[in-house]
């Protein structure tokens, strides 16, 4: 196997497959990336079993083959020559490869390409549209909300379904971590196709590495699923993700219906008080307390043994003075979601989920559950 | 490794017969008769024996049944687990006099290290004779002591003198000390890899020692490995007071098997407060708890949760206990054990002052099965309410006063 590649194209490509590509895991291979030559195409393909991306650049190929490399120390390499150079990559004996640009020349350990777990089918089933742009914001909107806790399985996912509204088939994302959640619409194009009747759990990190589809540039991205995986393709990547087989919980419960007091405040200036309030929360919990009355909304926080925090905000509000605790990086991702001026908070009491969403859209919502004050 | 440079003092003391000589003691009538402490016959097992029930060939762990065929004449008691922790207590208070570094490892045993205690108490040896001596003195109980360079041996060593024994292995004598015992003293040989060690010749700890290292290791791993430091009598391990300890817990086996949720539900109630009251009495909080589930057929499971924030407090253990018996198949398939431990201790004292806010959970409504849970009640009265009855049971004792739940006449531990 051999072929000859620009230097800049290899960076490019090798680190967009690096976040797959595990370093410390149980199987040595998986740190690998597998270099594939054919067709005139250079294929570079990385997976953590969960995850899988691949590649394809056409280049000027030699001889076709294929071989896994170590994906940090191939991407370090191809960092340290020159740039727009031209890179020569040939097979050597053994599993070693040659790689020279100029008079560098560097020889590198891989391992056997059948060594590599097998790519996992294209699904077979109807490739939806999705504007990547769509995706790019209701990715950012909910996956704060998402669960890091990793034995909370069902709660680390994304949920993706086809939510019908008045202003047609969306995409919608849910996620949360049992103490809030976030819920965000997207034009969907014909996305009932892919999710006619079944809703989908997808991991945080798969969702990340659609995102960076999303990111590498103006366009749409292909969607498809099967069973176990979620498929997507954008230009000359495409990633597999493979779906949480776990119950997400029924989120419509859980979204109140009887919050009758409203305040509405500006966007900025209430994230502006929540940023300047947090400096004396406590470490841990975050917690500030929202005072509502009248015109006014108070935030706060105290940290015992260090001093605290008060800061107000003009708020249309007319129910009757409260109280109520939150954690306050919580209510930070909340607002992050907004992008309309005004925003609303929607009440019920100080133990009840309080809603927070835009003015007027009604392509958003986060939830949240406030922090008991004793 | 760094060999201590001067060798450790650790004592292993081991209450002879414990639950029994306790009943003997409360109970001088019985005196040289054979005492057994234990559940009842249908299907319960020994607990204790006093040493002339041993001559009929009962010992602990045997079903009460067969203890009644050996013994017919012997004296069966039920166990009254809270007049064994009381004496318990008065013990290890004994204990605390001479050392401030007692491990216990159950009711009636316990490491302690006596190194650098030569100026105020004598040797190794010296302490231990005084602590036996105030133990028959203060409480009429005899304890066997094993005197060693470490934990391992001074546990083999009380167990050779006993009762009433004082076995002392001095440094540098271990080889002579271990060499002559059978394999099954050491801790993890039992029936399967006895028998694998004696198809190879090695019946003694001294056959063990002898054999090579590589041969133990390729046979049974890492394993092989520690039973080839054990056999020189190499054990490093420190002796870890309660403070250190990783987890508090308890557990019952039942006379029969839970079959009801409400049944167990009390049963969890019981061991909550017990496992509480313990951490408080530590000043230690955890933020881990852990409940334990054995089934009739012994299968056994364990569910856990951990906490936002450490606690002590048996309503809350309770409630996770709750949570965590849904996540079980106990109800469906009947329970003979229930255990609650708690673990990630930190000291009470290092739990900060919060800011008296606690988050929420959206999902968190009770679920079916549960009963609607309680108002959460302010953390500070809980700490009060909780400090008081503390003090109520260190004037009346254990049974002073017990949650309302709990049916009359069946005080906890028992």
Same mark, same amino acid.
Request: no cysteine.
């Given at each position: 196997m051999n072929f000859t590649v620009d230097r800049d194209l290899l960076v490019d490509v090798l680190t967009g497959i690096q976040g797959v590509a595990?370093?410390?895991?149980?199987?040595?291979?998986?740190s690998h990336a597998l270099i594939t030559i054919g067709g005139g195409n250079l294929t570079v393909v990385a997976s953590d079993l969960e995850i899988v991306v691949r590649c394809l650049q056409p280049v000027a190929a030699g001889e076709p083959g294929s071989i896994a490399l170590p994906a940090r120390k191939l991407l370090d390499i191809a960092k340290v020559l020159p740039k727009e150079s031209a890179v020569m990559v040939a097979r050597k004996e053994g599993n070693y490869v040659e790689i020279s640009s100029g008079r560098s020349h560097f020889r590198l350990a891989g391992l056997p390409s059948q060594e590599f777990p097998e790519m996992p089918e294209k699904p077979s089933g109807k490739t939806v549209s999705i504007d990547g742009d769509t995706f790019r914001k209701l990715s950012e909107r909910v996956?704060?909300?998402?669960?890091?806790?990793?034995?909370r399985y069902n709660l680390a996912g994304i949920l993706l379904e086809r939510a019908e509204t008045e202003a047609g088939s969306m995409l919608r994302m849910v996620a949360t971590d049992g103490h809030r959640l976030a819920m965000a619409d997207g034009?969907?194009?014909?996305?009932g196709e892919l999710l006619a009747s079944r809703k989908i759990l997808v991991p945080k990190k798969g969702i990340l590495e659609i995102r960076k589809l999303a990111e590498s540039g103006p366009g749409s991205i292909e969607l498809s699923a099967s069973e176990k995986f979620l498929f997507a393709a954008k230009g000359d990547t495409e990633v597999w993700v493979r779906l949480l087989d776990a119950d997400f919980p029924d989120y419509r419960q859980v979204i109140?219906?009887?919050?009758?007091l409203t305040a509405t405040v500006a966007r900025d200036a209430f994230a502006e008080v929540l940023r300047r309030v947090a400096v004396m929360a406590p470490d841990k919990v975050h917690s500030v307390k929202l005072s509502f009355s009248g015109k006014q909304l108070e935030v706060s926080s105290t940290s015992p043994d260090q001093g605290e925090a008060r800061d107000l905000l003009e708020a249309e509000y007319e129910g009757p003075a409260m109280k109520i605790g939150f954690n306050g990086r919580y209510l930070q991702d909340a607002v992050s979601g907004?992008?309309?001026?005004r925003m609303v908070l929607q009440l019920k009491d100080e133990v009840s989920q309080v809603i927070l969403r835009p003015?007027?859209?009604?392509?958003y919502l986060a939830i949240v559950m406030p922090m008991r004050i004793y | 490794m760094n060999r201590n440079p001067s060798p450790r003092g650790i004592l292993h003391l081991d209450l002879d017969a414990f639950y029994a000589s306790v009943e003997v003691l409360d +109970? *001088?009538?019985?005196?040289?008769m054979p005492v057994i402490v234990g559940g009842d016959e249908r299907r319960g097992v020994v607990a204790a024996a006093s040493y002339e029930a041993r001559k009929f060939g009962v010992h602990s762990a045997m079903p009460t049944a067969t203890a009644k065929r050996l013994c017919p004449k012997g004296i069966f008691l039920p166990v009254r687990m809270s007049r064994y922790a009381e004496m318990s207590d008065t013990v290890f208070a004994i204990y605390r006099r001479f050392t401030p570094l007692v491990e216990p490892l159950s009711i009636d045993e316990a490491f302690l290290d006596v190194t650098g205690c030569e100026r105020l108490f004598g040797s190794a040896e010296e302490v231990a004779r005084k602590i036996k001596a105030a133990v028959r003195e203060e409480t009429g109980l005899t304890v066997s002591a094993g005197v060693a360079p470490n934990k391992f041996l001074a546990k083999i060593a009380s167990d050779l003198?006993? *009762?009433d024994g004082l076995t002392v292995v001095p440094p540098g004598g271990e080889h002579d000390f271990l060499?002559?015992?059978?394999?099954?003293?050491?801790?993890?040989?039992g029936k399967v890899t006895g028998e694998t060690l004696l198809r190879r010749g090695i019946r003694t700890i001294g056959d063990l020692r002898r054999s090579s290292r590589e041969t133990l290791v390729r046979t049974f791993g890492a394993h092989g490995e520690h039973l080839h430091e054990l056999s020189r009598g190499i054990d490093d391990r420190p002796v870890e007071t309660e403070r250190e300890a990783k987890s508090v817990g308890h557990e019952d086996t039942y006379d029969h098997d839970l079959r009801d949720r409400g049944a167990m539900r009390r049963e969890l109630l019981s061991l909550s407060d017990r496992v509480s009251s313990r951490l408080r009495r530590g000043g230690i909080r955890g933020k881990t708890v852990t409940l334990k589930v054995k089934y009739h057929d012994f299968v056994q499971v364990t569910r856990a949760v951990t906490l936002s924030d450490p606690t002590d407090d048996g309503g809350t253990i309770y409630r996770c206990c709750l949570d965590l018996l849904l996540d079980t198949e106990a109800g469906a398939r009947a329970v003979r054990l229930l255990g609650i431990s708690v673990s990630k201790l930190v000291p009470?004292?290092?739990? +900060?002052?919060?800011? +008296?806010m606690e988050q929420l959970g959206l999902?968190?409504? &009770? +679920?079916?099965?549960? *009963?609607?849970? *309680?108002k959460p009640v302010d953390p500070e009265k809980k700490e009060k309410l909780n400090r008081a009855m503390d003090r109520i049971r260190e004037k009346f004792? &254990?049974?002073?006063i017990v949650p309302g739940a709990l049916p009359e006449g069946k005080p906890r531990g028992e």
């Open positions: 595990e370093r410390r895991h149980t199987m040595p291979v998986l996956v704060p909300f998402a669960s890091s806790d990793e034995t034009e969907g194009g014909n996305i109140p219906k009887e919050n009758l907004v992008s309309e001026e003015e007027k859209e009604r392509n | +109970r *001088p009538e019985l005196r040289g003198g006993k *009762p060499d002559p015992l059978p394999v099954g003293k050491l801790w993890g040989v009470a004292s290092d739990v +900060r002052k919060k800011d +008296r999902f968190s409504r &009770p +679920r079916a099965g549960t *009963p609607e849970l *309680p004792g &254990p049974g002073g």
